[in-house]
């Protein structure tokens, strides 16, 4: 479930506004960007070359490395969890929270070409005089 921009009822764009954002790069040329906040709500993102954002997911608050999520019909493996805190007042409160991941296929490529990495190291030379 990925959620939306702003739904409002009396928008004097139309759907004219909405084409133009998407054709914009999603409305992220000189606006702020988007920050999840809230527990539960995670900004997902591909760190496969070339990193890409996949938008603001709900997803359960207890996701962490290893875990297998699917975004936007893709299975996406968990990476590394991101957790953003400001200082305010004294205290610490949590800012932002992202999911690196890596798309399934691409993760198990990568954990075959580092296994034959390792077994293609020579053995180190011993001296036998």
């Given at each position: ?67 297998q ?20 007042r ?28 390792r077994?293609?190291?020579p ?7």
């Amino acid at each position: 479930m990925q959620l939306g921009g702003r739904t409002s009822g009396g928008s004097s764009e139309g759907s004219g506004g909405e084409q133009r954002r998407a054709a914009a790069g999603g409305g992220r040329q000189g606006g702020r960007r988007r920050k999840a906040r809230m527990p539960g709500l995670f900004e997902v993102q591909d760190v496969s070359p070339p990193p890409r954002s996949l938008g603001i997911h709900a997803l359960p608050p207890n996701t962490h490395n290893g875990d297998q999520i699917e975004v936007e019909g893709s299975a996406f493996v968990v990476q590394a969890v991101v957790m953003q805190y400001k200082l305010v007042r004294g205290k610490y409160r949590r800012d932002h929270a992202r999911l690196e991941v890596q798309n399934t296929g691409r993760m198990l490529a990568n954990m075959y070409l580092e296994e034959m990495y390792r077994m293609g190291d020579p053995p180190s030379p011993k001296n036998g005089s």
